[in-house]
């Protein structure tokens, strides 16, 4: 979904490694004076000193700290060693990678002896700069193995023997093991996974800040483990291992089913200690554990929590409890090949909101508005008599008359009670749950409710936020509020389509057209790539892709056949766009079979004429086009359905060139080419008409490049005239991302601007207007009359729509990776003023550093100033500029006779630079 652009010479130089002199400075200006690079930002598999890595040869990174125009790294070298102390001292080494010619700083491989687990390893790097000048050694970091074989598990999964009604929800369970340390602790690793979700303490101290571990899975194929270091959490003596664990997503209620993955809950847990004189000890699960129940009487994702707070049971996970009274365990056995260390970003809490305001609605409930639509839980602060409980319910909306409104909930409880213990000031938060609400509807409350009662715990996947944009219109910067709102609202454990009602499923449409905006936003690279993973595991024998993954739908197959257009294809192409932002190539060799075997599936379904005809569809899901109740969207969904095979073939040509599979390349090259054919000539007419003449028909015809040279101007005119006649866009979930894109690609960036910047329904500001924090599922989730859309299906934190947020980077600021050198190795800053806007501004964590685009139109004249990362070139576009007109830090381009790669395009001016910072500036008229 990129403006289209040539090769520049920045690029050539970049591919051969050369420093790129730039275009608006001489060597005497002063501008490259500097020291050789620092540097810093070391990961491991993407990651920093991550515990739990199981790859054979972990890929290594680096970023240059520079602020010297034109830093370029020309060469590198890794040493790793066993011990901080040897590698500092430079003897011993495991591996020393030596003098290694290349600009490459992201994603290499390690190349020393074989990797053994559980052992942690320190590395470290050093640079050379495009002047020859050597980098000190970095700081060192490490990585610690993971158990690389199911033979390294010694624990045994233990069930506990209290019985349970699996027909319904029922108390969390509480398991400890007292332990006695024999010596001073040196270091200590836990092991931990369960079959359901778990909390893990040690000592009377909850060990993580993980929640709703170990995630979610296709459990039956794939179950995380998460690794611990618990070294200061032991003393020599005794000490003591608690676990909790609830049903979670294991066992727990989903589409009116429980028990989806097994009726037990179950934990594997192992204890590894070494002592300082050098001793090992390891401690498991196994049938001395002891069990029983505790406070938490119900706990569930959709339903809420229920915890008492009279059934406390005192220091249980601690070393002095007495746990005689306590149940014991049975011993169970399960497959341990199954076991994977996680490699995803844990959810955590990752910030906290007070309420704006609490108040009486007209239908009588006290309501705490905490001005946003968020993810997570409130954390109760209370003081009252034993016995008293106190009842939370959650909602996103308020009703056109101010009550507060569940219908869309549907059977999702999203209820948390509290009954106090007495005593004193409590504190509480819930622990196996999670609910996506704005407004807090509280009963039971003993005192006065003031807002120092409630605070919004807002929990999601610990990714980095990488990516900022403001404009001078605030409409728009709410509009990415939400956008990013509804990306950590559903970004948990897997990327879910809404989190509030009875569903908060995997749904792969959603995240198949919302993955380059994430990635602009937040690193979401080993979240989706650990997706994915499971994605590839829930394909069937005939390598169709669910609708979800995980696929708890397979229970249901009679009712929800797999394989639908644009959802499947989340196989291809968000590999492919991970590719893209992060220069991934591991994420393509990992999904290319999966990647295949979905294209074989369409290739199947196609037949010989190879237009995909019939079959289940969700088509253009909710566009506007089509009568609403339909959902299905006005667009054929076989033209659909062959367009996104068309796509994926070109995709799949892609991947293997990367990949270095020539044969497979030309193979899945000549596909594409008679998909197009066929395309061609089942759904366009001579003058340019794709199928209905849809909005949606349109853009997927030229934005995946499947109409002939002579017929793309004639459709561009035609969807541009579809949006003028309509006034408004008509596209649902599959047209909706590539709607603004393939305006402004073929000239009419005019009528893309007037879309986004539309206030009136229906429209992405529309909801804003409404007072949306967050992404609606549907156009008219609240109609214009303050009635809702249907109850059934009406999300508003639904990220879907929220695609738009890529253009919004790549347009209106300008920021995006060169497609011809993924990863922001080469940057095009290329943004496209319109509309009302008088000034842009984004920033982006690229994988070498922070690139921005900043622009201003004042009195006549633009301003742009642009900050390329170390180890990197970019392009950058003047629009309207006039190379003889156009100054950078005062120095006029044409006067400066170092100049290179200024250049015309239209009625641009194009200019190469290097890593660094500049300011242009130009007049609009001239």
């Known amino acids: 979904m990129r403006m289209k652009a040539s090769l520049s010479l920045a690029v050539l130089a970049a591919l051969l490694g050369l420093a790129l002199v730039s275009a608006c400075v001489s060597s005497s200006s002063g501008k490259t004076a500097g020291a050789a690079p620092t540097l810093d930002g070391l990961s491991t598999e993407m990651r920093s000193d991550p515990l739990g890595i199981e790859a054979a040869a972990p890929r290594l990174g680096w970023k240059l700290v520079s602020d010297r125009r034109g830093v370029m790294q020309t060469a590198y070298q890794v040493r790793v060693a066993a011990t901080p102390e040897a590698l500092q001292a430079g003897t ?108 893990f303490y040690l000592n009377g101290r909850r060990v993580s800040e993980d929640l709703l571990t170990p995630g979610w899975t296709s459990y039956k194929q794939r179950l995380q483990y998460q690794v611990y270091d618990v070294t200061r959490l032991l003393a020599e003596g005794d000490n003591a291992i608690g676990v909790m664990l609830a049903d979670g997503w294991y066992r727990g209620r989903f589409l009116n089913l429980r028990n989806h993955y097994g009726d037990k809950r179950a934990l594997l847990l192992q204890l590894h200690v070494v002592y300082e004189d050098g001793r090992e000890e390891t401690t ?193 910067n709410q509009l990415q509020h939400n956008i990013v709102w509804s990306q950590k609202g559903n970004f948990l454990t897997v990327p879910t389509d809404c989190p509030q009602r009875d569903e908060r499923l995997g749904w792969t449409g959603d995240a198949q057209v919302f993955s380059p905006t ?29 609708f979800i993954s995980p696929d708890i739908l397979r229970d249901l197959n009679g009712l929800f056949p797999s394989g639908a257009a644009g959802w499947g294809d989340a196989a291809t192409v968000i590999p492919w766009n991970l590719y893209q932002a992060y220069g991934d190539s591991g994420v393509l060799a990992a999904q290319y079979r999966s990647m295949g075997r979905w294209l074989d599936f369409e290739r199947k379904r196609a037949g010989d004429k190879l237009i995909w005809v019939g079959g289940f569809q969700f088509g253009d899901w909710l566009d506007f086009g089509s009568d609403q109740r339909k959902n299905l969207g006005a667009t054929s969904t076989d033209l659909i359905a062959t367009a996104y095979f068309a796509h994926s073939a070109d995709l799949l040509r892609r991947t293997a060139a990367v990949l270095g599979k020539p044969d497979d390349a030309a193979r899945y090259a000549e596909l594409f080419e008679r998909i197009k054919l066929a395309f061609g000539k089942q759904f366009v007419k001579d003058d340019g008409q794709v199928g209905e003449g849809t909005q949606t028909a349109y853009v997927l015809a030229l934005d995946f490049d499947l109409l002939q040279e002579t017929q793309r ?183 400066d006779a170092g100049v290179s790669g200024v250049r015309r395009e239209g009625s641009a001016t194009l200019v190469d630079v290097g890593a660094g910072t500049y300011r242009f500036s130009w007049p609009t008229a001239g």
């Open 284 to 476: 498991v699960s196994d049938g001395s554990w002891k069990s029983s129940t505790g406070p938490i009487l119900m706990s569930e994702i959709y339903a809420g929590e229920t915890y008492d707070a009279r059934l406390e049971k005192n220091g249980w996970s601690g070393a002095a409890y007495d746990d005689h009274a306590w149940s014991g365990v049975n011993v169970a056995a399960f497959d341990n090949n199954i076991l994977v260390a996680s490699s995803a970003p844990p959810v955590r809490h990752m910030e906290a909101l007070k309420p704006v305001r609490i108040f009486k609605t007209p239908a009588g409930d006290t309501v705490a508005d905490m001005g946003q639509n968020m993810v997570g839980w409130i954390k109760l602060k209370v003081q009252g008599p034993a016995g008293t409980t106190v009842r939370l319910r959650h909602a996103e909306v308020l009703d056109k008359d101010g009550n507060f409104y569940t219908e869309n909930l549907r059977a999702a409880g999203q209820e948390i009670r509290y009954t106090l213990k007495g005593g004193g000031v409590e504190t509480y938060e819930p622990h196996f749950t999670y609910q996506g609400f704005r407004y807090v509807a509280i009963d039971g409350y003993p005192g006065e409710l003031t807002p120092d009662s409630l605070t919004g715990i807002v929990i999601y996947a610990d990714m980095a936020q990488t990516g900022t944009f403001e404009t001078s219109n605030s409409l728009l």
């Open 713 to 895: 101007p004639l459709a561009a005119a035609k969807l541009a005239h579809s949006v003028r006649e309509q006034g408004h866009l008509t596209t649902g979930f599959l047209g909706t991302p590539h709607l603004l894109n393939t305006l402004s690609r073929f000239g009419y960036l005019d009528q893309a601007y007037a879309l986004l910047e539309r206030e009136e329904f229906p429209s992405w500001l529309y909801p804003i207007k409404h007072g949306a924090t967050t992404i609606w599922e549907r156009w008219d989730g609240i109609k214009p009359d303050g009635s809702f859309e249907s109850k059934e299906m009406n999300s508003f934190n639904h990220y879907a729509y929220g695609a738009v947020g890529e253009w919004m980077y790549q347009v209106i600021a300008g920021l995006d990776a060169d497609p011809a050198v993924p990863g922001y190795k080469h940057i095009l800053i290329h943004p496209y003023p319109g509309g009302g806007l008088s000034h842009a501004a984004a920033r982006h964590e690229t994988p070498y550093g922070a690139v921005e685009s900043d622009w201003t139109l004042q009195g006549g004249t633009m301003t742009l100033t642009v900050r390329v990362p170390p180890n990197t070139t970019a392009s950058v576009r003047l629009p309207g500029a006039n190379p003889d007109t156009v100054r950078e830090g005062g120095t006029v381009l044409a006067d």
């Open 92 to 199: 011993a080494l495991l591996w020393d990678s030596g003098r290694m010619e290349s600009d490459q700083s992201i994603q290499r491989p390690y190349g020393g002896p074989v990797l053994q687990s559980g052992q942690r390893y320190w590395w470290q790097v050093r640079a050379w700069d495009e002047r020859g000048g050597a980098s000190p050694w970095s700081k060192p970091a490490f990585w610690e193995m993971g158990l690389l074989s199911a033979a390294d598990w010694k624990a045994a999964w233990i069930q506990p023997t209290v019985t349970e009604d699996t027909a319904q929800s029922n108390p969390a369970t509480l398991l400890r093991k007292a332990v006695r340390l024999g010596g001073k602790v040196r270091s200590a690793r836990a092991y931990v996974t369960s079959h359901g979700l778990y909390e």
């Open 518 to 546: 994430a990635a602009y936003n937040m690193d979401v690279d080993s979240f989706l790539a650990a997706w994915l993973a499971n994605l590839a595991l829930d394909q069937d024998a005939e390598g169709s892709v669910p």
